[in-house]
């Protein structure tokens, strides 16, 4: 094949030399209408360009004004004209998808500048912005409901512990840990009654809480009332041996003493203890008002113990559960029971979204 590219005045003019000097088999692949450049090229008109190619190559004899054109150099230029539109789509792509987050942000612009709803007045800020996307109309007309439905998106919880008989197998191993005084030994009574009333489970109990005698003979009292052993333990090295001893529970619950978010020295030495065990879940047990300015030192904190999950206790405590929603958004571990009571083994819940959120957004505060 050979391909020319022939300029003229007209395009009649420039087919008939196209007829001349390549024959009537010639094919006009390509035409346009060129402007003309500054002032000289304006005074002389527009012209045209055309480019022919021929199958049948006609004598060299015969071109005489028409320039021959190789098949790569016309394949190139139609390549780089592709990969030029293709950039310039990805561009454009880019630029759109810029001016999508731009507008959503725009749309929210105007809530976000307003003085914080009063439903949120106990929300982490970080959620502020992002509740208020979740809701559906008007944020000004929004009741507490729709506020704590909003809220429940963001709420990790897991329902609760898998009670489960293990015949065969090594038991399964829970621990509390928390701050002092957040109610870890009626909350492992909660849980063990549970697993052998409910679930008829073979349940043992180990307590590293020796440093509170109360605290022993409060948990020695429930595994007496629940027919299950109890164990103390001071060591790691006792803690593995009491394991091997308990592998034909299906359950094993443990009970730590409590510690200050400051205490180094004594959260190092359960960890001692408690990293002694293979396959442990060890739950962060917290009260339900926790405040906002303790919730991130609390979580960092006990972060050496390697928390998997939470418990909030002593719901009916508090009126105001201001720092729930900075522990969370700071864990990010989710929720799985929530306690409101003394009574052993009623007052315990599995953790819900909605629950939480009506802990976090209460009524009084519409």
């Given at each position: 094949?050979?391909?020319?590219?022939?300029?003229?005045?007209?395009?009649?003019?420039?087919?008939?030399?196209?007829?001349?000097?390549?024959?009537?088999?010639?094919?006009?692949?390509?035409?346009?209408?060129?402007?003309?450049?500054?002032?000289?090229?304006?005074?002389?008109?527009?012209?045209?360009?055309?480019?022919?190619?021929?199958?049948?190559?006609?004598?060299?004899?015969?071109?005489?004004?028409?320039?021959?054109?190789?098949?790569?150099?016309?394949?190139?230029?139609?390549?780089?004209?592709?990969?030029?539109?293709?950039?310039?789509?990805?561009?454009?792509?880019?630029?759109?998808?810029?001016?999508?987050?731009r507008?959503?942000?725009?749309?929210?612009?105007?809530?976000?500048?307003?003085?914080?709803?009063?439903?949120?007045?106990?929300?982490?800020?970080?959620?502020?912005?992002?509740?208020?996307?979740?809701?559906?109309?008007?944020?000004?007309?929004?009741?507490?409901?729709e506020?704590?439905?909003?809220?429940?998106?963001?709420?990790?919880?897991?329902?609760?512990?898998?009670?489960?008989?293990?015949?065969?197998?090594?038991?399964?191993?829970?621990?509390?840990?928390?701050?002092?005084?957040?109610?870890?030994?009626?909350?492992?009574?909660?849980?063990a009654?549970?697993?052998?009333?409910?679930?008829?489970?073979?349940?043992?109990?180990?307590?590293?809480?020796?440093?509170?005698?109360?605290?022993?003979?409060?948990?020695?009292e429930?595994?007496?009332?629940?027919?299950?052993?109890?164990?103390?333990?001071?060591?790691?090295?006792?803690?593995?041996?009491?394991?091997?001893?308990?592998q034909?529970?299906?359950?094993?619950?443990?009970?730590?003493?409590?510690?200050?978010?400051?205490?180094?020295?004594?959260l190092?030495?359960?960890?001692?203890?408690?990293?002694?065990?293979?396959?442990?879940?060890?739950?962060?047990?917290?009260?339900?008002?926790?405040?906002?300015?303790?919730?991130?030192?609390?979580?960092?904190s006990?972060?050496?113990?390697?928390?998997?999950?939470?418990?909030?206790?002593?719901?009916?405590?508090?009126?105001?559960?201001?720092?729930?929603?900075?522990?969370?958004?700071h864990?990010?571990?989710?929720?799985?029971?929530?306690?409101?009571?003394?009574?052993?083994?009623?007052?315990i819940?599995?953790?819900?979204?909605?629950?939480?959120s009506?802990?976090?957004?209460?009524?009084?505060?519409?």
């Amino acid at each position: 094949m050979i391909i020319r590219r022939y300029r003229g005045k007209t395009l009649e003019a420039l087919r008939e030399t196209v007829i001349k000097e390549m024959g009537d088999s010639a094919v006009i692949i390509h035409s346009q209408k060129l402007s003309g450049n500054g002032l000289v090229g304006k005074l002389k008109g527009n012209s045209y360009e055309i480019i022919a190619a021929i199958e049948d190559p006609i004598t060299q004899s015969k071109v005489s004004t028409g320039k021959e054109i190789p098949v790569e150099e016309i394949l190139t230029g139609q390549k780089d004209h592709y990969l030029g539109i293709r950039r310039s789509m990805k561009m454009l792509d880019d630029k759109l998808e810029n001016l999508d987050t731009r507008f959503e942000e725009l749309m929210h612009k105007q809530e976000e500048i307003k003085e914080t709803p009063k439903a949120l007045q106990n929300v982490h800020p970080d959620w502020h912005n992002k509740v208020i996307r979740k809701l559906k109309g008007d944020s000004s007309k929004a009741t507490n409901d729709e506020w704590r439905k909003a809220l429940a998106e963001f709420i990790p919880t897991a329902g609760g512990i898998y009670f489960r008989q293990t015949t065969g197998n090594p038991p399964d191993i829970y621990a509390l840990a928390g701050p002092t005084g957040v109610g870890k030994t009626t909350t492992l009574a909660k849980l063990a009654a549970q697993a052998v009333l409910k679930n008829k489970l073979n349940v043992g109990l180990i307590t590293i809480d020796t440093f509170r005698v109360a605290a022993v003979d409060q948990l020695r009292e429930y595994a007496k009332l629940l027919g299950i052993e109890l164990a103390v333990v001071f060591t790691g090295k006792e803690m593995q041996r009491q394991i091997e001893t308990f592998q034909d529970k299906d359950l094993v619950l443990i009970d730590s003493q409590g510690r200050g978010p400051f205490d180094n020295e004594g959260l190092e030495e359960i960890a001692s203890i408690l990293n002694s065990i293979p396959s442990l879940n060890t739950i962060l047990t917290l009260p339900a008002g926790v405040r906002k300015e303790d919730a991130v030192s609390i979580s960092n904190s006990f972060k050496c113990l390697n928390p998997s999950c939470m418990i909030i206790t002593k719901a009916d405590e508090t009126s105001c559960c201001d720092g729930l929603s900075t522990l969370l958004s700071h864990t990010d571990i989710p929720l799985i029971y929530v306690t409101n009571g003394q009574r052993v083994p009623e007052d315990i819940n599995p953790a819900s979204p909605g629950l939480i959120s009506a802990l976090i957004i209460k009524d009084n505060e519409e």
